[in-house]
C-alpha cells in the first residue's frame, strides 16, 4: 500500500501515529513490542516526535525492545552511526530500559562475528526468534534499503537473518539484517520523502523488476503487510 502525504510534517505525523498503533497493538496481544528502526536522515523527524509529550505517554516503553535494520560499523559515538543518531533524537527521551535496546555495534568484534552474535539476539527477543512487529525502513536514491546495496552479494543471501560485509564504494563494514529476515515482519513502513528518492521510488514501484540494480523491491512481506509512506514530491512519477 502507498500513502502520499502533502509534506514530510504530515508524513512524520501519520508514521508517528502508526508507529503508536503497532506498540500498543502488540503490547496488548503479546506483551512485547519488537522494533527494528532505520537510520539516516529521513527518521529524524519521526523520532523527535515519539519523544514528544504527545507521543510518549502512550506506550508503556518498558516493554518495548529496539534493533536496528542496519548500521555502518562505527561507534555509537561517530556522527555516522545510526545508533548514536536514534539516541541523541529519542531513545534518550523514553524510559526504555537498556537492555532492551540493542545496537549493531560492539566493541573489540569484528562485524562478521557480531553479526552472528546478533543473530542469537534477536532468536532470544523475537517470536519464533525472527518476527519483528514493526521494521521501518528509508530508501537511498540509488534503490538500496538497509544495508542492501545494489551489486552486492547480500542480495542474494538466503540463509543468515544478519549479514556484515565490506561495501567498497564506501570504504567501510555494513552490517544489515538480511531481506529474508525483513520479509517476515508483522507490518514493514517505508518512509521516503523528497526529489532525490523521486527516481528511485518510481523505479521500484512500477519499473521492471530489477532487485539487483534496486534492492528495495526484495522487500515483500512474507504473510504480513507493507506501507509505503511517502510525500508528494517524492511520489511524483507513480500513476496513482
Given at each position: 500500500?502507498?500513502?502520499?502525504?502533502?509534506?514530510?510534517?504530515?508524513?512524520?505525523?501519520?508514521?508517528?501515529?502508526?508507529?503508536?498503533?503497532?506498540?500498543?497493538?502488540?503490547?496488548?496481544?503479546?506483551?512485547?513490542?519488537?522494533?527494528?528502526?532505520?537510520?539516516?536522515?529521513?527518521?529524524?523527524?519521526?523520532?523527535?516526535?515519539?519523544?514528544?509529550?504527545?507521543?510518549?505517554?502512550?506506550?508503556?516503553?518498558?516493554?518495548?525492545?529496539?534493533?536496528?535494520?542496519?548500521?555502518?560499523?562505527?561507534?555509537?559515538?561517530?556522527?555516522?552511526?545510526?545508533?548514536?543518531a536514534a539516541f541523541k533524537d529519542f531513545l534518550n527521551d523514553l524510559p526504555i530500559p537498556n537492555d532492551h535496546?540493542?545496537?549493531?555495534?560492539?566493541k573489540n568484534i569484528e562485524p562478521e562475528a557480531y553479526a552472528k552474535e546478533y543473530e542469537a539476539i534477536l532468536?532470544?527477543?523475537?517470536?519464533?526468534?525472527?518476527?519483528?512487529?514493526?521494521?521501518?525502513?528509508?530508501?537511498?536514491?540509488?534503490?538500496?534499503?538497509?544495508?542492501?546495496?545494489?551489486?552486492?552479494?547480500?542480495?542474494?543471501?538466503?540463509?543468515?537473518?544478519?549479514?556484515?560485509?565490506?561495501?567498497?564504494?564506501?570504504?567501510?563494514?555494513?552490517?544489515?539484517?538480511?531481506?529474508?529476515?525483513?520479509?517476515?515482519?508483522?507490518?514493514?513502513?517505508?518512509?521516503?520523502?523528497?526529489e532525490k528518492k523521486t527516481n528511485a521510488l518510481y523505479e521500484v514501484i512500477e519499473g521492471e523488476r530489477n532487485?539487483?540494480?534496486?534492492?528495495?523491491?526484495?522487500?515483500?512481506?512474507?504473510?504480513?503487510?507493507?506501507?509505503?509512506?511517502?510525500?508528494?514530491?517524492?511520489?511524483?512519477?507513480?500513476?496513482?
Amino acid at each position: 500500500m502507498i500513502q502520499v502525504f502533502e509534506n514530510k510534517d504530515i508524513l512524520n505525523k501519520q508514521t508517528a501515529d502508526l508507529f503508536i498503533e503497532k506498540a500498543q497493538e502488540a503490547i496488548d496481544k503479546r506483551d512485547k513490542f519488537t522494533v527494528a528502526l532505520t537510520g539516516g536522515s529521513s527518521p529524524a523527524g519521526l523520532y523527535k516526535l515519539l519523544a514528544s509529550s504527545a507521543y510518549k505517554e502512550q506506550v508503556d516503553w518498558s516493554k518495548v525492545y529496539v534493533f536496528w535494520g542496519d548500521e555502518r560499523w562505527v561507534p555509537l559515538d561517530d556522527e555516522k552511526s545510526n545508533a548514536g543518531a536514534a539516541f541523541k533524537d529519542f531513545l534518550n527521551d523514553l524510559p526504555i530500559p537498556n537492555d532492551h535496546i540493542f545496537p549493531m555495534w560492539k566493541k573489540n568484534i569484528e562485524p562478521e562475528a557480531y553479526a552472528k552474535e546478533y543473530e542469537a539476539i534477536l532468536e532470544d527477543h523475537l517470536e519464533l526468534g525472527d518476527i519483528f512487529d514493526l521494521i521501518l525502513l528509508g530508501m537511498g536514491d540509488d534503490g538500496h534499503t538497509a544495508s542492501l546495496f545494489p551489486n552486492q552479494k547480500v542480495l542474494n543471501e538466503k540463509e543468515k537473518k544478519v549479514a556484515a560485509y565490506y561495501l567498497a564504494p564506501q570504504n567501510m563494514y555494513r552490517i544489515t539484517l538480511t531481506a529474508p529476515l525483513i520479509n517476515k515482519a508483522r507490518k514493514i513502513v517505508f518512509i521516503v520523502f523528497g526529489e532525490k528518492k523521486t527516481n528511485a521510488l518510481y523505479e521500484v514501484i512500477e519499473g521492471e523488476r530489477n532487485s539487483t540494480l534496486y534492492p528495495s523491491q526484495l522487500i515483500q512481506p512474507v504473510s504480513g503487510n507493507i506501507v509505503w509512506m511517502v510525500d508528494k514530491v517524492a511520489a511524483g512519477k507513480l500513476s496513482i
